[in-house]
């Protein structure tokens, strides 16, 4: 596979060096430089599982897992496979603390640096571009795990210290990575959660200022609020730059049902799946500047005719990004099973290891993005129908009444003691042996999802044909 230089925004398009249309078509990375509890298993946020596994294993343990994972979670092998499949890019998500600690910030560690590197220098042997990714920022962008809070509250919006800080890494970047072509570009905020939408544009823009008094040719993507879903905060867009929506359909959750199918009191077809689309991608289209759906794409529950419509969920959306021209990145590539394209068998030493916590896990619900409360219900009807007694009109931000209970009890309040369980597993593990659990993640030991891998190979060149065929 050909890379094609450096590119930039033009108009609605995203173009190479030779003035050619590029539809960007890959996926992210996640769990690796920012981990996500489904992802890898462990409950609560990634901060508080950290602590607690390097206590429980020691330092020279805890060193010898993280080594091996962070290089076997991907490797050769892997953007090897992603370019096999016709894709082009490969969205990697970090979180800040690989490149500072909150008691030294602003010196950043020349670690975090390699491990970009790294990754860039892999995809680019492949032909794959790489588009740098802040998932996880100091005092969090959003209200939930996956920006690595252990909390329900995102400071970042009220704190001028977190802003400048994340202003700070983002120069550093942006001073290794400016003459590099083999990055298409900087997603500068993951999955922004700014209540009162008053700090995002204005952030944005400071930004976008400082980035490019040192590279003016990457482009910037940037996400709407609301978990990169309403750019209505947002102002005119600025140059060389990307707009960003994630479209998680309803069916495509843990919960999810039939698809066409109604799904949380909702019904939910094509038309619907559509719609939402279009909504979120408004901003884009009147403004004519390019759209890439940053995340998007269903769970999968192992049950055969449920899964199905998810795969149909999955074609059906890729069917309309391909219409409407918009680039795209799957979430996620590799996982223990839950949504990867790629899956760590139950037979691995690592998956063995974790089995009772998983268990627990699920019985309790406290999985956010897998987990569902069937066998709590006896804990979670009284507190759901005394909120709707008492408070019947609270509707905190960002996705109301019902999601914040479960985040309290399910994913926090049941979810912390938990890591407790997960880290007990790990008692007594020697560090030959925590390098064995993490290289239970290398490409070779995996297998493919075979369903999501024949969809992404089919789309992977639709897009670009099609948008240059004129459709809009």
């Known amino acids: 596979m050909k890379q094609r230089g450096w590119l930039q925004v033009r108009g609605r398009d995203i173009v190479d060096e030779d003035g050619q249309i590029v539809v960007l078509r890959g996926v992210g990375l996640g769990g690796w430089m920012m ?13 508080v599982m950290r602590a607690a596994l390097r206590k429980a294993l020691g330092e020279e343990a805890y060193e010898s897992f993280f080594d091996t994972f962070l290089h076997d979670f991907f490797d050769d092998a892997d953007a090897a496979y992603l370019a096999s499949l016709g894709l082009n890019h490969v969205r990697l998500p970090f979180n800040y603390r690989h490149f500072e600690d909150d008691l030294n910030p602003g010196r950043f560690k020349p670690e975090g640096f390699a491990l970009l590197d790294r990754a860039i220098n892999l995809c680019a042997q492949h032909g794959l571009y790489t588009i740098l990714d802040l998932h996880g920022l100091p005092g969090w962008q959003n209200q939930h795990w ?41 997603n500068l905020i993951n999955e922004p959660g700014d209540v009162a939408g008053k700090t995002i544009d204005p952030f944005y823009r400071r930004l976008e200022k400082a980035i490019r008094s040192i590279d003016g040719r990457h482009i910037l993507f940037l996400e709407g609020n609301r978990y990169a879903t309403d750019f209505d905060q947002l102002g005119d867009p600025l140059p060389n730059t990307v707009y960003a929506a994630h479209d998680y359909a309803l069916p495509g959750f843990i919960d999810g049902g039939g698809y066409p199918g109604v799904t949380r009191g909702q019904y939910v077809d094509r038309r619907r799946v559509e719609e939402v689309f279009l909504n979120r991608t408004a901003y884009m289209r009147t403004r004519e500047v390019p759209i890439w759906i940053g995340e998007f794409g269903p769970v999968y529950t192992g049950d055969a005719q449920n899964d199905a419509w998810r795969y149909q969920l999955l074609e059906d959306q890729l069917d309309l990004y391909a219409l409407h021209g918009a680039s795209w990145a799957l979430w996620t590539y590799k996982d223990i099973g839950l949504q990867g394209l790629v899956t760590v068998p139950e037979t691995t030493s ?51 009444q019902q999601r914040w209970i479960n985040q309290l009890v399910r994913h926090m309040l049941l979810a912390e003691p938990l890591v407790d369980d997960f880290v007990a597993q790990f008692a007594a593990v020697s560090p030959e042996r925590a390098a064995d659990l993490g290289s239970s993640f290398r490409f070779d030991k995996c297998q493919v999802r075979a369903p999501l891998a024949d969809a992404l190979k089919r789309w992977s060149g639709q897009a670009t044909n099609q948008r240059q065929g004129g459709i809009a």
């Open 35 to 47: 981990m996500e509890n489904f992802i890898t298993g462990y409950p609560s946020s990634e901060m």
């Open 146 to 186: 996956h920006s690595d809070n252990p909390t329900h509250w995102s400071s970042f919006w009220n704190h001028i210290e977190f802003q400048d800080r994340v202003v700070g890494l983002w120069e550093a970047l942006a001073e290794r990575y400016r003459d590099n072509p083999l990055v298409a570009g900087y």
């Open 350 to 400: 690592y998956m063995k290891l974790i089995e009772p916590a998983l268990k627990k896990k699920a019985r309790l619900g406290a999985d956010a993005w897998g987990g569902t409360d069937t066998h709590i219900r006896q804990i979670m009807a009284p507190v759901e129908e005394l909120f709707q007694k008492e408070f019947p009109n609270f509707q905190p931000y960002p996705w109301g």
